[in-house]
């Protein structure tokens, strides 16, 4: 169990710009979330993923921003034409279907920090 | 809609000395409640989680908290804090679905602590 991964760790970029965030979640963890943190904050959710199928997106989520999960496993969040206002880290957790111990739980990667200059 | 108040924002203690955070929710079902702890620009990092049978729950690190129905809390505690304790805590809800958990959390505001020396 390798855990979350999560690359960049941080992401510097000017506004308009777009950038990708990339999520490998633990192995065999059906589930993926994206959440979004702002400073004081706790995690917002943004969208969630179960295999390759997108099951539940924020109204958070506005169309400049597109998560895929294309093979069921990592996921990618992009966030097209960034805004000051999308400075924050974005975390990203999987959870798997089954394991009466884990069951439900969420596991957080590190992050990726992005500042729109 | 569910909802997660805790009502410190700060709390600072000795180390040695007892330590409860509070956390209060809102949410129309029975629940999953979950504690984390996030160290300074990291990820979240799971504490103990609550869906069913013994109110009380032990976590990793010497912390426990008990589940009050009646009060809609979950309160997290620890008997003696240790320097290396210091860190924002945040308590989340998630539907509870016989016991298992699917789709988002939400989570409070967070609670930073610090411990003095």
């Known amino acids: 169990d390798t855990g979350v991964s999560q690359d960049p760790r941080h992401k510097i970029t000017k506004r308009g710009q777009n950038v990708t965030f990339r999520c490998d979640p633990i192995s065999e963890h059906n589930r993926l979330y994206w959440y979004r943190q702002t400073l004081g904050q706790g995690p917002e959710f943004l969208t969630y993923?179960?295999?390759?199928?997108?099951?539940?997106k924020s109204r958070l989520l506005s169309d400049r921003f597109s998560a895929e999960r294309p093979k069921g496993s990592f996921s990618t969040l992009e966030i097209q034409r960034t805004e000051q206002g999308d400075s924050a880290m974005y975390l990203c957790?999987?959870?798997?279907?089954?394991?009466?111990?884990?069951?439900?739980?969420?596991?957080f990667g590190p992050g990726t920090r992005l500042t729109v200059l | 809609a569910q909802s997660v108040t805790q009502p410190d924002i700060h709390i600072t203690v000795s180390e040695g000395a007892s330590l409860e955070l509070r956390c209060n929710y809102s949410?129309?079902?029975?629940?999953?409640l979950f504690w984390y702890v996030q160290s300074p620009g990291q990820g979240l990092q799971l504490l103990l989680k609550y869906f069913s049978g013994d109110t009380l729950v032990q976590g990793i690190k010497g912390f426990e908290a008990e589940f009050k129905r009646s009060q809609s809390s979950f309160n997290l505690r620890k008997p003696s804090v240790h320097w290396s304790d210091a860190a924002e805590y945040f308590c989340?809800?998630?539907?509870?679905?016989?016991?298992?958990?699917?789709?988002?959390?939400?989570f409070g505001q967070g609670t930073i602590l610090t411990v003095h020396p």
């Open positions: 993923f179960q295999n390759e199928a997108q099951l539940e």
């Open positions: 957790a999987s959870s798997p279907l089954r394991g009466a111990l884990s069951l439900g739980t969420q596991y």
């Open positions: 989340a809800v998630g539907p509870n679905a016989g016991g298992t958990s699917y789709g988002k959390l939400t």
């Open positions: 949410y129309g079902a029975t629940p999953y």
